[in-house]
């Protein structure tokens, strides 16, 4: 097995734990058997269809991350809730001034 391989594998069983999930659980998310899904976390190869499947069941996305970006990516990936919190408030004050100003860049002339 290619160490990418097992380092998706590895994703996968780290992210179920992370739900609290079982991977009997898995037959009700993804519709694979325990059996199915405890081999290929062990050692599967996986088809893309597959990966996609559980991605859904897990609350995830598969995405293709170039090189160069890995480590913004893991380092983003690392800041978690602080982050998600900074883009919360971010998003209260926007309809906070749009509430005070409807009109605030209805023609895009607001800069």
Same mark, same amino acid.
Request: aromatic fraction near 2%; avoid cysteine; proline fraction near 4%.
């Given at each position: 097995?290619?160490?990418?391989?097992?380092?998706? @594998?590895?994703?996968?069983?780290?992210?179920?734990?992370? @739900? *609290? %999930?079982?991977?009997?659980?898995? #037959?009700?998310?993804?519709?694979?058997?325990?059996?199915?899904? =405890?081999? #290929? +976390?062990?050692? *599967?190869?996986?088809?893309?269809?597959? @990966?996609?499947?559980?991605?859904?069941?897990?609350?995830? +996305?598969? %995405? @293709?991350?170039?090189?160069?970006?890995?480590?913004?990516?893991?380092? %983003?990936?690392?800041? *978690?809730?602080?982050?998600? =919190?900074?883009?919360?408030?971010?998003?209260?004050?926007?309809?906070?001034? %749009?509430?005070?100003?409807?009109?605030?860049?209805?023609? *895009?002339?607001? =800069?």
């Amino acid at each position: 097995m290619t160490t990418n391989m097992a380092s998706i @594998l590895q994703q996968i069983k780290k992210r179920r734990l992370t @739900l *609290g %999930l079982k991977q009997n659980d898995m #037959l009700l998310r993804v519709g694979v058997s325990r059996q199915q899904y =405890q081999r #290929l +976390e062990a050692k *599967g190869n996986p088809r893309l269809n597959t @990966l996609e499947l559980i991605a859904q069941g897990l609350n995830s +996305e598969l %995405l @293709l991350i170039p090189k160069e970006k890995l480590s913004a990516v893991v380092a %983003l990936l690392e800041q *978690g809730p602080s982050l998600q =919190q900074s883009a919360k408030s971010t998003a209260e004050n926007a309809q906070k001034s %749009l509430a005070d100003d409807p009109w605030q860049d209805l023609l *895009g002339d607001d =800069q």
